[in-house]
């Protein structure tokens, strides 16, 4: 018999034109060795379901290229053995192809008054490919809630909160 589907993948390493998806294997392998997996994408305004690889992958993992910049997909995965294949997989989140933003650098620092603090940080080592508009500044007292400090993008990496 065909094995049961493999687990709902999950999507990683996301960059604009690639992301790499990750599974489990079926409960069940229909009484004899699952012999390898078929994985295929959906953009989600799409209706169609395509096939990603030639060849039966033997690992639980696998890097999907190719992909769109900008575009939403959703992955799906089948496993195999002598018998034949399984039902597919539940589908995976949809996840954007964008190259991920690097947080800024840990803000110091560089003036100190009575009634406000200058901060100073690094911008991200990677934008994503967009340039930084602006940052927001956050406070909190203790393990008290974060508090937003400006009202409109700071577009440097200095600001006095007071």
């Known amino acids: 018999r065909p094995p049961g589907p493999p687990e709902k993948p999950v999507v990683y390493n996301v960059t604009c034109d690639g992301m790499s998806i990750q599974w489990d294997a079926p409960v069940y392998d229909g009484g004899s060795e ?29 890097r999907i290229t190719s ?48 009634e406000s603090v200058t901060l100073k940080w690094e911008a991200p080592l990677r934008d994503g490919g967009s340039k930084i508009v602006g940052y927001c500044v956050e ?18 990496c200095q600001f006095t909160v007071s």
Do not use: M
């Open 34 to 62: 699952v012999t390898g997996f078929h994985v295929e994408k959906k953009e989600r305004n799409s209706i169609l379901w395509q096939k990603v690889n030639t060849s039966p992958i033997s690992g639980r993992d696998y």
């Open 67 to 114: 992909l769109l910049e900008g575009l939403e997909y959703q992955f799906r995965v089948y496993a195999e053995n002598n018998a034949g294949l399984s039902p597919c997989s539940e589908a995976s989140k949809h996840t954007l192809a964008v190259s991920p933003v690097d947080p800024p650098g840990t803000p110091d620092y560089i003036d100190v008054t009575r």
């Open 139 to 156: 406070k909190r007292q203790g393990k008290g809630r974060w508090l937003r400090c400006n009202f409109t993008d700071v577009s440097e």
